[in-house]
């Protein structure tokens, strides 16, 4: 939902669901100035301009799929079909935009993160959803052509960001 609610939250949604956008805020702005991100930023062609960090989050998306069972405890697909029962626990509260994605964020595009060709599929898709002409739906060829550099910053990041939310639970 953090990408999706903008603004002051106010009590507008269950205390857990607002402590989650306010972690999904703080991670966003970490991930914004982490050395490692920015230097996966730097890897990819200047000419996708702002929409490279756009591209590095999808990335390293497809980097935490992969590379799940390093990081987490549950698989990934028991993980994801619980967090989609707690979804639907919720949908009564979703902004709009997000609950007509939702089938296809779980069905379809989180499943296919695992292959670049998910991601390919997925930068296209958002490429076609932004009104000004954007490169997006070109990024897999930046994946591919960087794809050992890009691991490796994810490698470095994930850590870092894991210490930072627990810093912040504490």
Same mark, same amino acid.
């Given at each position: 939902?953090?990408?999706?609610?903008?603004?002051?939250?106010?009590g507008h949604f269950p205390s857990g669901i607002e402590r989650g956008i306010v972690l999904h805020r703080r991670i966003d702005s970490f991930t914004g100035q982490n050395?490692?991100?920015l230097r996966s930023k730097r890897r990819l062609d200047a000419s996708f301009g702002h929409y490279r960090g756009v591209l590095v989050d999808i990335f390293y998306d497809h980097f935490? /799929? $992969?590379?799940?069972?390093e990081f987490? /405890? $549950?698989p990934l697909q028991p993980f994801l079909s619980g967090v989609r029962?707690?979804?639907r626990e919720y949908?009564?509260?979703l902004p709009e935009r997000l609950s007509r994605i939702v089938p296809v964020i779980f069905a379809e595009l989180l499943p296919s993160y695992l292959e670049v060709k998910g991601i390919d599929l997925a930068l296209q898709r958002m490429s076609h959803r932004i009104a000004r002409p954007n490169r997006l739906g070109e990024g897999g060829v930046e994946l591919r052509r960087n794809y050992d550099g890009l691991c490796e910053d994810f490698r470095e990041f994930l850590p870092e960001l894991q210490e930072f939310v627990s810093e912040?639970?504490?």
């Open positions: 939902m953090g990408d999706f609610v903008k603004g002051r939250l106010n050395r490692h991100f935490l /799929a $992969v590379h799940w069972d987490a /405890a $549950v029962r707690i979804v949908e009564e509260i912040g639970e504490r």
